[in-house]
């Protein structure tokens, strides 16, 4: 069976925004997301895992959720509101990409594909595409303007521009790529007492088992144990 031109070209759509979508993560590293119902705290399976990393995937339908990593650290665990209340400015600041990034993945994962394969390569898929392309420099500019308050560098901001424009499948993820790049500063304690309501505290059940996982590796380190045991009956109390 020849596959045509106009599958191919949406095959690469697909491809390249789902493979955008893929991030490796270390067995410390956590996702925290904040959803239209308020934050999570997920804690992907470290069964699988690729170069000895745990692989996630963003949700592809919601590409307009902000997700940041944190860690688990036993240190940085001092009550700091300010910093929590940072991230909320942060959100707010990066707000005015919401209604961009829904349009273009509404343009580029299913106004392109109906257009490709009932129209072909041709007037209708070239405007649609001009359409993408100028979505796309607006955001940019939108962001050019937001850097500084973002925490963009002239290198961070440069790049981000370059992926975009260079392949923009990639710029359906823009949120994705600022927020990925801000970590979160407050350990995860701290985050969850000031973020999650007594309801969610049971997403820390997850990271109970990864701390399991680590107490194995730390058999022999009677230091390191007892601070594992220590942080995990902070957060046994939590989820409770």
Not at 66 to 93: C, H, L, R, V
Not at 139 to 149: A, D, E, I, S, T
Request: some cysteine; charged content about 20%; overall charge positive.
């Amino acid at each position: 069976m020849r596959i045509t031109f106009e599958a191919w070209l949406v095959i690469g759509i697909y491809f390249f925004y789902l493979s955008d979508s893929v991030k490796l993560l270390h067995h410390n590293q956590l996702i925290l997301c904040k959803g239209y119902r308020g934050w999570k705290i997920i804690c992907p399976d470290s069964r699988w895992q690729i170069l000895r990393k745990i692989p996630y995937i963003f949700n592809p339908f919601l590409p307009n959720i902000p997700i940041f990593y944190g860690t688990w650290s036993m240190k940085t665990e001092a009550n700091n509101i300010d910093a929590t209340q940072e991230i909320d400015k942060f959100i707010n600041d990066i707000y005015p990409l919401n209604h961009f990034v829904i349009i273009l993945f509404t343009m580029m994962c299913f106004c392109m594909p109906l257009s490709l394969f009932h129209y072909g390569a041709g007037l209708f898929f070239l405007t649609i595409t001009f359409f993408t392309y100028s979505i796309i420099l607006l955001m940019l500019v939108v962001l050019f303007k937001k850097r500084l308050k973002l925490g963009l560098s002239s290198k961070n901001y440069l790049g981000i521009a370059f992926n975009c424009v260079s392949c923009p499948p990639f710029a359906i993820n823009l949120i994705r790529k600022i927020t990925w790049q801000h970590k979160i500063n407050p350990g995860l304690i701290e985050f969850a007492i000031n973020k999650l309501s007594s309801a969610d505290f049971s997403q820390l059940e997850h990271l109970l088992s990864r701390l399991d996982e680590q107490l194995l590796r730390e058999d022999g380190n009677m230091a390191k144990s007892q601070q594992l045991k220590d942080y995990k009956c902070k957060l046994s109390e939590l989820s409770k």
